[in-house]
Structures are given as structure tokens and as C-alpha cells.
């Protein structure tokens, strides 16, 4: 293969709007994701960040949350109402408060700092191996990532997955990657959420870790022991926020059930607990 064809298979890759006030640290992480391949943009201010989301239209954007003008957290909330790139946060922080207003704000994933190349890259790469379609941005703007319309489920194959999964009053729609609640739409679950949500329907009783969970949602693949450790804090702090768009408390679950010293299930059938 030529250089010429080399660097054109590179730039497939897609592109990622970078936000970091720190210029050392804005020119290392562009290099590492223009030597993987991406066509990246640097921002150093948070608000230019937020319009080169809207100029360029990546499928990744990677944030730090400490902006000289406006906070990762406000940064997120304002791509998220544009954007439904996939949000990674950077953070000196390893308080747990930030983790959860990050994701809240609608991230998918952080990386605390320092962090080695890799581990960026492994972070990144790992996003952009799950489902594209957003559910929590109204307005989107043309990426690849942008929704394709779906398929009549009636023209589906029998031997196909089917077009909804039920349970307890909850339908979670495939291939619209929309979820109602009694009837009710739920709008407002990231992408994150409803892939959990998806994982105990498709799972059922089957009990899983943290782990198996954060493996799911990385498309099967593994970490390190430090991978894994923020790996269970970002798992609990999305089921949290699932538990509370799903209207659900651990000790009353309808949908998601703890398993004390295991993980996760899916709650029993309701007809089961009369």
C-alpha cells in the first residue's frame, strides 16, 4: 500500500473536535488521534468548541472539564443539544460528583488525568464500536452518525430479532432505539442508558457484573484492573440515571433488579410478584 492510499484509509477514520485549554496537553492528544487516523480540531475555549461541533460535525468530541470561560459540564450540555457525537471527558478530577455531572450533562464516557495514549485511543475507539443512534438529542447535525430511517418492521424476516422487547410495561423499539413507558415515550435516555436497558431485556434473569456490563457496552472488549475500577463507577452512575428516567428505585425495581455481591438483572415479571 502507498503512503497516498495509507493516509486516505487513516482519515476514514472520521473526525473528533478536541476542547482543551492546556496547550501542551491540546497538542499531545491531537497528535495521538491524527496519528490514529482522525481529522481533529483543537479548541482551547469552551464555547469555540461548541461551534466547531456545529461547523465540523464529528463523531467524537473530547472535553476537559476545566475551561478558561465555561466548565466541561455546560460544554457538554450545549454539544448535546446540537450533537449526538460520542462525548468523552477529561478530568484531574477522581471525585465521584464529577463523574456523575459529567454523564448527567450527557458524556458517554472520562478519562482521568494523567492518562496514558492508549488508554485515550482505547476509550475512543471503544465508543465509536457501539451503536450510532442517539436517543436524547432533538436536533442532531449531519454526521455519520446520524440516524438512517428505519426499516417497516413488518417487511422484517421471521428469524430476525424482534422489532420490540417487552416487559413490565416497557417497550424498547430496536430499530428506532426509542423506549415507552406505559404507553409514554422516554426521550431523554443517552445512548449509554439504552444500551443497559437493551442488555437486561435481551439478558432476562441472567445475572450481570459490572464488568460484563462495561464489556457490553465497549463492544466486548476488556481492561486493565484501573480500567475497570472507573469502568464500575461510570456502570453505577448509568444505572442510577436509567433508574431514575425509568421513574424505579433499587429497592422497589420494575425493570432493573440488584443482586447484592453480583450485579445487575432484569426484575421478575410483575404477574410473578403478585
Given at each position: 500500500?502507498?503512503?497516498?492510499?495509507?493516509?486516505?484509509?487513516?482519515?476514514?477514520?472520521?473526525?473528533?473536535?478536541?476542547?482543551?485549554?492546556?496547550?501542551?496537553?491540546?497538542?499531545?492528544?491531537?497528535?495521538?488521534?491524527?496519528?490514529?487516523?482522525?481529522?481533529?480540531?483543537?479548541?482551547?475555549?469552551?464555547?469555540?468548541?461548541?461551534?466547531?461541533?456545529?461547523?465540523?460535525?464529528?463523531?467524537?468530541?473530547?472535553?476537559?472539564?476545566?475551561?478558561?470561560?465555561?466548565?466541561?459540564?455546560?460544554?457538554?450540555?450545549?454539544?448535546?443539544?446540537?450533537?449526538?457525537?460520542?462525548?468523552?471527558?477529561?478530568?484531574?478530577?477522581?471525585?465521584?460528583?464529577?463523574?456523575?455531572l459529567a454523564l448527567e450533562a450527557g458524556?458517554?464516557?472520562?478519562?482521568?488525568?494523567?492518562?496514558?495514549?492508549?488508554?485515550?485511543?482505547?476509550?475512543?475507539?471503544?465508543?465509536?464500536?457501539?451503536?450510532?443512534?442517539?436517543?436524547?438529542?432533538?436536533?442532531?447535525?449531519?454526521s455519520s452518525l446520524d440516524p438512517q430511517?428505519?426499516?417497516?418492521?413488518?417487511?422484517?424476516?421471521?428469524?430476525?430479532?424482534?422489532?420490540?422487547?417487552?416487559?413490565?410495561?416497557?417497550?424498547?423499539?430496536?430499530?428506532?432505539?426509542?423506549?415507552?413507558?406505559?404507553?409514554?415515550?422516554?426521550?431523554?435516555?443517552?445512548?449509554?442508558?439504552?444500551?443497559?436497558?437493551?442488555?437486561?431485556?435481551?439478558?432476562?434473569?441472567?445475572?450481570?457484573?459490572?464488568?460484563?456490563?462495561?464489556?457490553?457496552?465497549?463492544?466486548?472488549?476488556?481492561?486493565?484492573?484501573?480500567?475497570?475500577?472507573?469502568?464500575?463507577?461510570?456502570?453505577?452512575?448509568?444505572?442510577?440515571?436509567?433508574?431514575?428516567?425509568?421513574?424505579?428505585?433499587?429497592?422497589?425495581?420494575?425493570?432493573?433488579?440488584?443482586?447484592?455481591?453480583?450485579?445487575?438483572?432484569?426484575?421478575?415479571?410483575?404477574?410473578?410478584?403478585?
Open positions: 500500500m502507498t503512503k497516498k492510499m495509507m493516509t486516505g484509509a487513516l482519515l476514514e477514520r472520521g473526525t473528533l473536535v478536541l476542547v482543551e485549554d492546556d496547550p501542551d496537553i491540546r497538542l499531545m492528544v491531537a497528535d495521538i488521534f491524527r496519528g490514529a487516523g482522525f481529522k481533529t480540531h483543537a479548541f482551547a475555549y469552551g464555547q469555540e468548541g461548541v461551534e466547531g461541533v456545529d461547523r465540523h460535525r464529528p463523531e467524537v468530541v473530547v472535553v476537559d472539564l476545566g475551561l478558561p470561560d465555561i466548565d466541561g459540564f455546560e460544554v457538554t450540555r450545549r454539544i448535546r443539544n446540537i450533537s449526538n457525537a460520542y462525548i468523552l471527558i477529561l478530568t484531574a478530577s477522581s471525585h465521584e460528583m464529577d463523574t456523575i458524556a458517554d464516557d472520562y478519562v482521568t488525568k494523567p492518562f496514558r495514549p492508549r488508554e485515550l485511543r482505547y476509550r475512543v475507539e471503544a465508543l465509536l464500536r457501539r451503536p450510532r443512534l442517539r436517543t436524547d438529542t432533538t436536533n442532531l447535525t449531519g430511517p428505519a426499516e417497516d418492521p413488518a417487511q422484517e424476516p421471521a428469524d430476525q430479532a424482534p422489532y420490540y422487547l417487552e416487559h413490565n410495561g416497557l417497550q424498547l423499539h430496536v430499530a428506532t432505539r426509542t423506549v415507552r413507558v406505559d404507553g409514554r415515550e422516554l426521550v431523554q435516555l443517552t445512548a449509554s442508558e439504552f444500551d443497559l436497558l437493551h442488555s437486561f431485556l435481551v439478558h432476562g434473569r441472567v445475572v450481570q457484573t459490572k464488568e460484563d456490563l462495561a464489556q457490553g457496552l465497549r463492544g466486548g472488549q476488556g481492561t486493565d484492573s484501573l480500567g475497570r475500577m472507573q469502568d464500575d463507577q461510570v456502570i453505577q452512575v448509568h444505572i442510577a440515571n436509567l433508574r431514575k428516567k425509568l421513574g424505579e428505585t433499587a429497592a422497589n425495581p420494575r425493570w432493573v433488579e440488584t443482586v447484592h455481591g453480583f450485579g445487575y438483572r432484569l426484575a421478575a415479571p410483575m404477574e410473578d410478584k403478585d
